[in-house]
């Protein structure tokens, strides 16, 4: 089974910078699509960004396009998302999602795989 670790995850201040990994083992791990999600306490999840493996294209939500850069090592079976110039809202459960083939790439319930999130704190 496909099975992912998310971890870079902390307490920083508005203005500062975070690297996310996530690293997958098990699978066809380079045919999947992979996206970051973040879900701030007590509200939904959203899409942050997303990578395709087969099309080399990056998908980003309008809140962090311009600051946020998601990447990936094939070596490491890794995925990375660069956050700069953090913001308090922010702040949420930062969870890495994988499906070979998702229906959506912004709908959460469209991927199959997901790691158990790290946290992401931004102060003021």
């Known amino acids: 089974q496909v099975q992912l670790v998310e971890s870079g995850g902390g307490l920083v201040q508005a203005g500062d910078s975070l690297e996310l990994s996530c690293v997958a083992s098990?699978?066809?791990?380079?045919?999947?699509?992979m996206a970051w999600f973040r879900q701030p306490p007590g509200k939904e999840r959203e899409f942050v960004a997303g990578l395709s493996w087969t099309d080399m294209n990056a998908d980003y939500s309008d809140s962090v396009a311009g600051r946020f850069t998601i990447s990936r090592d094939n070596v490491k079976n890794a995925v990375y998302l660069q956050m700069n110039s953090l913001k308090p809202g922010d702040t949420g459960l930062y969870s890495c999602?994988?499906?070979?083939?998702?229906?959506?790439?912004?709908?959460?319930?469209?991927?199959?795989?997901w790691g158990p999130g790290t946290q992401v704190a931004v102060s003021s």
């Open positions: 098990g699978g066809t791990y380079g045919m999947f699509y």
């Open positions: 999602a994988a499906d070979i083939a998702p229906g959506s790439r912004w709908d959460s319930t469209a991927y199959k795989y």
